[in-house]
Structure formats: C-alpha cells, structure tokens
C-alpha cells in the first residue's frame, strides 16, 4: 500500500499521559497536514509542513501540542497532558505538487482516533 | 481566517433523483474548492474539486459550479445511487493551501 499511513490507528489513554501519533505520508509528496476529526464535523486543520519546516499552525493548536517532521519524510504529534477534549480522530494528509505548484489535493490517511478516559 | 458554512447537515433522496449540496465561504482569496467523500470509518477522499478561474465542472454523475461574486459553490449529484450514501464536504484553501472545511452532509439514497 502506497497510501499515506499513520499509526496506531486506535489509542486509549488516561487524561494527563501524553500520547504520540505517527505519519508516513506518499513518498514523493513533501507536503503533509494534521487535521483533527470529531464527530458529525470537519477536519478542523492543525499544521502543516513543507518538506521539514512546519509553515503554519492553528490557534486551536495548545501549547500541549507539538508536531515534528525531522528529515522531511514521517511525521508526528505528540500531545502532552491530555485532557478528555482532545478525543477525536487525528487525519495526516499529504499533498504533491506539480511543476512545483501546490495541487491542493489531499490523500488521507486513515486516521488515529483517541481517546482520553 | 475562512469559514465555511454547508447545507443542508442531511439529505435524503430516493434512488435515482438529484441531490444538491451547497456551501457558502467568507474568504475572498480562496481559490481552490474541493469536495470530499467519507464513508463510515473510512478516510476522507477527493470526488472532484474546482479551482476560482472555471465556473463548472463535471465528472461523470458529479457536477460542481462556483460563484465567486456570491462566495458559494455547490455539489451535484445525478442518478444517484445506494452506494453514493456517505458524508460530503466542502473545503476552501486558505494560505499554504491549507482547506477550511464545512460541517459535512450526511447522503442517504433509499433503493
């Protein structure tokens, strides 16, 4: 499978251990995106990278948040202190470009849901 | 920052009629306008999308047009079949080509 992929695709947790999420986006594609799933709504976006500088973070991204992508390939997110409303599914995205322009398709990956007891 | 804002949040349909999705966004600098299907416990995946210089765009069953004066842009479904029973979303790039998405429209399509 040459999709993007992220791991674990489920974990429980109790509120205040942290927790870390791990992407592997499409080879070729070096943009990648955090979005944040809860139910009956959108993706809500969190950040995005541009090969390994993340370019933009949401203001609904806490400090307990923080997402790496060392070497431009995997990424991950770490959420430190959980707390009962960080539950929700965690989507990677990745995105290729053509002729050097973003195409602004997204391909997801399945997604990691949390949950914090 | 954009908001995007979708209706109707459900849509019922008989097999074989029209449905139509329509969203509305508040950033005049989005240009690119993709819709998203998502079946229960699946990823999200592009079905068609529509970048601000075309004002229609058909793939088979599935239709988009963009009004860009009025800032919304709508889904079309014909024929619609079982199968096209999912949720659907609308998003708008912002910078970065980052997407705002709608809330999402629960398709259901009764045989």
């Known amino acids: 499978d040459t999709g993007v992929s992220q791991d674990p695709r489920h974990k429980i947790t109790k509120r205040g251990q942290n927790v870390t999420f791990r992407c592997d986006p499409i080879?070729?594609?070096?943009?990648l995106y955090w979005y944040r799933q809860t139910l009956g709504q959108g993706p809500e976006f969190l950040t995005y990278?541009?090969?390994?500088?993340?370019?933009?973070k949401s203001r609904l991204l806490s400090d307990r948040f923080s997402a790496e992508r060392p070497k431009g390939s995997f990424s991950t997110l770490e959420i430190q202190r959980t707390e009962q409303g960080d539950s929700a599914m965690y989507l990677c995205?990745?995105?290729?470009?053509?002729?050097?322009?973003?195409?602004?398709?997204?391909?997801f990956g399945e997604g990691s849901r949390l949950t914090v007891l | 920052g954009e908001n995007v804002e979708q209706h109707p949040s459900t849509l019922s349909v008989q097999e074989g009629d029209s449905a139509v999705i329509k969203c509305t966004y508040s950033?005049?600098?989005?240009?690119?306008f993709p819709w998203y299907k998502q079946e229960l416990g699946k990823r999200p995946q592009l079905i068609i999308d529509?970048?601000?210089?075309?004002g229609e765009k058909k793939d088979q069953r599935i239709a988009v047009t963009l009004n860009k004066t009025a800032k919304h842009f709508s889904l079309h479904i014909t024929e619609t079949q079982p199968e096209d029973s999912a949720v659907y979303f609308c998003?708008?790039?912002?910078?970065?080509?980052?997407?705002?998405f709608g809330k999402g429209t629960m398709l259901l399509v009764s045989p």
């Open positions: 995205a990745s995105s290729p470009t053509s002729g050097g322009l973003d195409t602004g398709e997204l391909f």
């Open positions: 080879s070729e594609h070096n943009r």
């Open positions: 990278f541009q090969n390994e500088a993340q370019l933009e």
């Open positions: 950033d005049s600098a989005s240009n690119y």
């Open positions: 529509i970048r601000s210089n075309v």
């Open positions: 998003a708008a790039s912002g910078r970065y080509s980052t997407l705002t």
